[in-house]
């Protein structure tokens, strides 16, 4: 059982699960994940939102503590995903007196997981942009996010205290304490936001803009530690992810994707060049490096190398599958470089071109790399004037 302060009259009550393998069933999560949830102890007492089935009993060992006797008076639904409101109609037959809290969309979706007969009418609390509610000393005013990342999420701002519960945003990968905001925030938490909520920028650029006329504390999320102390860090760079830009403009990402590693080794002969050249450099093996990791890096750089050899007459599906996320995610506003490989009929480049072509903003480099089968003179001539290319830039 693990309860820690947010502040004095504000509990967390969630639970790390460090089993976890694949969050959503398909991002690695090598350290696992925490499913947060919080309570506000005041004349009325209010429940955060709840957890992951797989941490129930764990979290209702924390909850009943913390309530010591009492009852909720509310619980509010910032997020109907299931690894936060899982356990929304089991708290509800728990606490039959409790009434729950959401806007019209958190309903309809609940309703969608546990049937409208879970909730009686005069139970629910519906709640719009701007509504407050007060418990006391404490008064939640409520702040909808739509599409960050759901249609229905609604963020919470305590404002005696200055606390925002955050929903998804300003998550992070990994099963964390509260008291570890010095750690390495931004390197799961950039994975988290670019693979979880990156395509909906614009969303997050509207949020920003409500935060920005709120005075903040303490960011509470249903993933990661509690942010505290100077939160200027974490704000710039959600501000850099949502619009897009890269977070280190003059890094180049060089990803290949390669059969027998003749491409992989022209790849790392580029990432050489470029190094040689002043370029600070990340290389990637798309067939050996989880997908959300490429991603990560090719949002962070300003310029990426695409190293493909042709299969079947396709892409191998390694960079097929990135830019499939990459496009799916609204990746643009960068350079990007091709080399091929084909013993006897190159395509990737073609390909590649073609699905980058459907992306904003990408400016694709004049010269193209082919290799047939291996590196030799001539290609080995194509991959200096694309790296004098590259460097230009």
């Not at 939102?49 to 010591?68: G, H, I, S, Y």
């Amino acid at each position: 059982m693990t309860i820690r302060n947010v502040t004095d009259t504000i509990l967390a009550v969630g639970v790390d699960d460090a089993t976890l393998d694949l969050f959503e069933s398909q991002y690695p999560v090598p350290t696992g994940i925490s499913y947060n949830s919080y309570v506000i102890l005041d004349e009325k007492v209010a429940v955060m939102d709840t957890v992951d089935a797989r941490a129930t009993q764990f979290w209702l060992e924390n909850l009943t503590a913390a309530l010591n006797g009492r009852a909720p008076d509310y619980l509010v639904v910032s997020h109907v995903e299931s690894d936060h409101a899982a356990n929304a109609a089991a708290l509800a037959a728990r606490y039959p007196e409790m009434k729950v809290v959401g806007n019209a969309k958190t309903f309809a979706f609940l309703d969608q997981f546990f049937g409208p007969e879970f909730l009686a009418a005069d139970r629910r609390l519906t709640v719009k942009e701007g509504d407050t509610l007060p418990l006391g000393s404490h008064t939640l005013q409520f702040v909808l996010a739509p599409m960050v990342h759901w249609p229905e999420v609604m963020l919470s701002y305590e404002s005696s205290e200055k606390v925002l519960f955050s929903a998804d945003a300003f998550g992070r990968f990994g099963a964390v304490t509260l008291s570890d905001e010095n750690a390495d925030w931004a390197s799961e938490a950039r994975r988290y936001y670019l693979n979880i909520v990156g395509k909906y920028g614009p969303q997050v650029q509207a949020l920003l803009k409500k935060a920005a006329g709120l005075e903040i504390a303490a960011v509470c999320p249903l993933h990661g530690p509690v942010l505290t102390g100077d939160l200027s860090r974490y704000l710039s760079l959600y501000d850099i992810w949502s619009r897009y830009e890269a977070e280190e403009p003059e890094k180049i990402l060089v990803a290949s994707a390669s059969i027998h590693g003749h491409t992989r080794a022209a790849a790392h002969q580029m990432a050489d060049k470029l190094r040689a050249g002043g370029a600070k450099v990340v290389e990637i093996d798309l067939t050996r490096v989880d997908v959300s990791y490429a991603v990560t890096e090719a949002f962070r750089c300003g310029k990426t190398v695409l190293a493909c050899a042709t299969y079947d007459g396709q892409l191998f599906p390694p960079m097929e599958n990135l830019l499939a996320h990459l496009k799916s995610k609204n990746f643009q506003k960068r350079t990007i470089a091709l080399m091929e490989n084909g013993t006897w009929a190159p395509m990737a480049a073609k390909l590649m071109r073609t699905q980058l072509e459907g992306m904003k903003e990408i400016a694709l480099c004049e010269n193209v790399v082919t290799i047939r089968s291996a590196v030799n003179a001539a290609a080995e001539a194509q991959m200096d004037a694309l790296a004098a290319e590259l460097l230009a830039k």
